[in-house]
């Protein structure tokens, strides 16, 4: 038996397992910021959801959101968003939920998002 995938909700920030990695994927646990759409997340039997991984080696640049390690983000290190990387991943990867991101940081993320997608 399996067990029940974890339940995530936009704007939160999970450690993902990416192990086991494939190809040139990064590997361990890193940090991410769920993205999708809650109507997505909660839909009955969804088993992905949408993400962008964090690092602590951003830059202010467009594509790069700071999200600083504070109580509310849960993280140990300050970091960056990194919305040039979206990613669709099983909720299997889903390790530990680690905090959330503040209101506005997560519309600098859909402005950060609508610029790398907008023609």
């Known amino acids: 038996m399996t067990a029940p995938l974890p339940r995530c909700s936009r704007g939160e920030i999970w450690l993902l397992?990416?192990?086991?990695?494939?190809?040139?994927?990064?590997?361990?646990?890193?940090p991410g910021v769920i993205i999708q759409s809650d109507l997505g997340n909660h839909a009955e039997g969804a088993r992905t959801t949408i993400l962008v991984p964090l690092t602590s080696q951003g830059r202010p640049y467009l594509f790069y959101v700071p999200i600083?390690?504070?109580?509310?983000?849960?993280?140990?290190?300050?970091?960056?968003?990194?919305?040039?990387q979206v990613f669709t991943?099983?909720?299997?990867?889903?390790?530990?939920?680690?905090?959330?991101?503040?209101?506005?940081q997560m519309k600098a993320l859909e402005q950060a998002l609508q610029a790398v997608l907008a023609p």
């Open 17 to 30: 397992a990416w192990n086991p990695r494939r190809g040139s994927e990064q590997g361990g646990f890193r």
């Open 68 to 84: 600083p390690r504070n109580k509310d983000s849960g993280l140990s290190t300050d970091s960056w968003a990194n919305t040039t």
């Open 89 to 104: 991943v099983d909720k299997a990867r889903l390790s530990k939920r680690l905090g959330k991101v503040t209101l506005s």
